[in-house]
């Protein structure tokens, strides 16, 4: 068993993480992290509804702008799509994103401040980029016979329309739904640099002690999340659509020149602006990859390897929960509460509590990532073990694990993984701005210093390591022959 | 006057030769079944006198070409598509217009259709299916059909009647039929294949079930075992 290509690859990944332990930073430093946790926890079960308003207010804005920027990226991505075959869009669209909404928003409060604008736009680029990938996928799955029976001079747009649409719609459209539930919590986390959304009040809340008011707000997005679905239909959206834009709030008024002067002189690295040559540019270059970018991609790389395994064992100790060949009924239940909560909660509110909790190095962002992460997987496994009939005389408990299921769904397990790596290392890097020091750390440290020339070519860098752990994804799936379907699933 | 022709075409898949070279003509009112086993070259050989850029012919594939997702409706008004402006097309899509339907319900009446031109064509049985498809080649109204097993899933009367409609509709066509029966009693020629050749062409009312037997039984070939 040890010699399976799937087997061996999960041991050189977890030799790898071993090896980048020693050098990673995982000390409790906070004085009594567990009292701290003890006041979250009672915070949650003590919720002080008296801030309802405020509360209300907070939750209106974030779905205001997960609308807002899903749809604009919804469209944006599908115009995308039709010309996905083409190697610009598809260069383009790797590239946006590959770059976290986080990132976008640091950048878009450069020029637009903190105008409803640049949370729109944070979450629209980068989706747009990720709907025309997989809108494109899904058009291309679709199947080509109808086309083929079509009477002769009909028009490109009615033959794209009747043949080729219809067929991917449902895809489409459950696609899109799955990703307006990771908007409402790229818009929850964009609150954490200031737009008027969840995080903003949490960290608030949080900065004061209210924990009270902490547990109310996470309690309220979780039932917000969980009952997505329900209202959500899709005879409202149309009305969702037109209110949403009105309901951003109205920020601070955009101050135009300060949109061209971040596009022709604070992009512009420092050198050239000053007239001092290529040279001059080279040897500046050459400075920050030395001791910011390096630095920041041996971290991030170092953390995401290590949060990608602990991801991946807390996920296949976490899909029995979900599984009906290992829970009963209500215990069932309870396992899908568990693992709803987990998946809810984004990576970045989840670090910023632990690390306000036991203070910042790399062990809450480990936690962090593992926790969403195996929250998302786990409940994708167990969903797929539910398909697997075993014979009645099958073993039960730990044998069943070893023996039956676990041999059966660890290729979907590998592929999911695997396809959550770009992910985990694209929000590694941006855990950043919280302290810890990856690329993030080193874009907000040259954002806050006003060097956004240096924060833009690390930008730069963040962006191209994503690139490359996606490829090398795809590479490592195509290898071991593991099945990923897009859509929904991922 | 020829509307189709073939002059020594081949085909292959993967390398494998899997027809040809085959002459074939076929002249304006003239109906052609083509016949032999599965696997003859039927419906490759339909594939070869298809030119996607020729107006006048309707066709319909094994696979049905229908849009799941659409009504059956939509599937049949498909097959007029060609005949007018995009945004038109848009509105029906949308939402059908009364006289569409109404035109759509006429071709669906015989077929035994009309009371489901608004379930979806993937709910539908696979007779159901197979003679919405037919209705978008009828509905089409081009001047040849070429048409693969149009009939395979429907029953005895059901089939004739639809055969009926087809070639009410079509006075050109080539259609691909395994039933021998329907094959002589549909067309004005019959085409025999036979491991990518055509074995037989002969006028329809010069055959018997009997002539055409052969072209079904099992292959024997040198060289190959049969079994």
């Known amino acids: 068993m040890i010699r399976a290509p799937a087997v061996r690859t999960s041991l050189g990944f977890v030799a790898v993480a071993l090896f980048f332990l020693p050098f990673a930073d995982l000390e409790i430093s906070a004085v009594e992290p567990w009292t701290e946790l003890g006041r979250l926890l009672l915070g949650l079960l003590t ?16 779905v205001a702008f997960a609308f807002v920027g899903v749809a604009l990226g919804a469209a944006g991505g599908f115009v995308l799509a039709l010309g996905f075959r083409h190697w610009p869009v598809r260069t383009g669209c790797a590239f946006v994103r590959a770059i976290h909404e986080l990132f976008w928003a640091l950048i878009f409060l450069q020029c637009f401040g903190l105008h409803p604008l640049t949370g729109v736009l944070a979450i629209a680029i980068p989706y747009a980029g990720v709907f025309a990938k997989v809108y494109s996928e899904i058009l291309d799955e679709a199947d080509p016979q109808p086309e083929r029976t079509l009477p002769a001079g009909t028009g490109v747009l009615a033959r794209f329309l009747f043949a080729r649409v219809p067929d991917a719609w449902p895809h489409i459209a459950s696609y899109t739904a799955y990703r307006l539930e990771c908007g409402l919590r790229s818009s929850a986390v964009l609150g954490f640099v200031g737009m008027p959304t969840l995080g903003f009040h949490l960290e608030s809340a949080f900065s004061q002690g209210l924990y009270s008011e902490v547990g109310m707000l996470l309690l309220t997005f979780y039932v917000l999340v969980a009952t997505l679905r329900l209202w959500a239909r899709p005879r409202l959206l149309p009305f969702y659509l037109l209110a949403a834009p009105f309901l951003l709030g109205s920020g601070l008024p955009i101050v135009w020149g300060n949109v061209s002067r971040f596009f022709t002189q604070d992009i512009v690295p420092a050198p050239l602006q000053d007239g001092e040559g290529w040279a001059a540019f080279a040897m500046w270059l050459g400075d920050i990859l030395a001791s910011e970018a390096l630095p920041g991609v041996i971290a991030t790389v170092i953390l995401t390897q290590i949060a990608l395994v602990v991801t991946g064992a807390l996920a296949l100790a976490a899909f029995p929960l979900v599984s009906r060949h290992f829970t009963g009924r209500i215990s069932r239940t309870v396992g899908h509460g568990i693992l709803v909560v987990a998946r809810t909660t984004p990576e970045y509110l989840l670090a910023y509590i ?3 909790l036991w203070g910042p190095s790399m062990l809450p962002a480990v936690i962090a990532l593992a926790i969403h992460n195996a929250g998302i997987i786990g409940h994708l496994i167990g969903r797929r073990s539910n398909e697997i009939q075993l014979r009645s005389d099958a073993p039960a408990g730990v044998e069943r694990y070893g023996y039956e299921i676990l041999p059966r769904v660890y290729g979907p397990f590998l592929a999911l993984l695997f396809y959550r790596w770009e992910i985990i290392m694209r929000e590694t890097a941006i855990l950043g701005i919280l302290g810890i020091t990856t690329l993030g750390f080193y874009v907000d440290s040259a954002m806050e210093a006003i060097r956004f020339d240096v924060a833009f070519i690390l930008i730069l860098v963040t962006a191209v390591l994503n690139i490359g752990v996606d490829a090398l994804a795809r590479w490592l799936r195509r290898r071991l022959q593991l099945r990923t379907t897009p859509g929904a699933q991922s | 006057m020829t509307v189709l022709s073939l002059a020594g075409a081949r085909a292959s898949y993967g390398g494998e030769r899997a027809l040809g070279p085959i002459d074939l003509s076929v002249a304006a009112g003239e109906r052609v079944a083509l016949v032999g086993r599965s696997g003859a070259g039927k419906s490759t050989l339909l594939k070869l006198l298809h030119d996607p850029a020729r107006r006048d012919i309707a066709i319909m594939p094994q696979e049905l070409g229908l849009v799941d997702s659409l009504s059956v409706f939509h599937n049949v008004y498909m097959g007029r598509l060609n005949r007018h ?12 217009m009364k006289t569409e339907q109404a035109a759509v319900r006429a071709v669906l009446e015989p077929l035994g259709m ?13 007779g159901q299916r197979q003679r919405v498809a037919v209705g978008r080649c009828l509905y089409q109204d081009a001047d040849i059909l070429l048409a693969d097993e149009p009939v395979s899933a429907l029953d005895g009367p059901r089939a004739n009647g639809v055969m009926q409609a087809l070639t009410a509709a079509y006075g050109t066509a080539v259609l691909a039929l395994h039933d021998i029966e329907l094959a002589l009693r549909y067309s004005d020629r019959v085409v025999g294949l036979n491991d990518g050749h055509i074995v037989l062409d002969e006028p329809s009312d010069r055959l018997t079930e009997g002539d055409l037997a052969p072209l079904y039984a099992e292959p024997m070939e040198p060289g190959r075992a049969t079994g």
């Open chain 2, 114 to 126: 009309a009371e489901r031109i608004r379930s979806r064509a993937g709910e539908l049985s696979g």
């Open chain 1, 354 to 356: 632990l690390l306000q």
């Open chain 1, 47 to 62: 919720p002080d509804p008296t801030v309802l308003d405020s509360v209300a207010m907070a939750l209106v804005r974030t």
């Open chain 2, 85 to 96: 402006t995009v945004w038109y097309n848009l509105a029906n899509l949308v939402r059908p």
